[in-house]
């Protein structure tokens, strides 16, 4: 009913930047909220930001002023731009949409920070 698919992960050194993009299709009437998550090995997947649309937006403590998460409706694609990357940071990030009772997720898009 909805495909997510990220992209944009990579390598890059502590203090560097990215930025995520997914691009979301099928029933995309169905969205309201979305949200980037991560999961890190060995760790429990985390929220780390979400955006209604309304443009409202909410992110996890150990993000804030560094991450930023934007949507374009029109185009289809939500956006998490990474600044100020730390190691921790590493983990596989993946969007996801709550439909219904249904949660869905992209495939997920490997960042790791490593000097």
């Known amino acids: 009913q909805v495909q997510l698919v990220e992209s944009g992960g990579g390598l890059v050194q502590p203090g560097g930047s990215l930025r995520l993009s997914c691009a979301v299709s099928?029933?995309?009437?169905?969205?309201?909220?979305m949200g980037w998550y991560r999961q890190a090995a060995g760790k429990e997947r985390e929220l780390v930001a979400r955006i209604d649309n309304e443009g409202n937006t909410d992110y996890a403590d150990s993000v804030k002023g560094r991450f930023t998460i934007s949507r374009d409706n029109a185009m289809g694609m939500v956006y998490l731009r990474l600044n100020s990357l730390k190691p921790e940071d590493t983990a596989v990030y993946y969007c996801n949409a709550p439909v219904g009772n249904r949660m869905y997720w992209g495939q997920g898009t490997q960042v790791t920070v490593s000097s």
């Open positions: 099928g029933d995309i009437n169905s969205i309201n909220t």
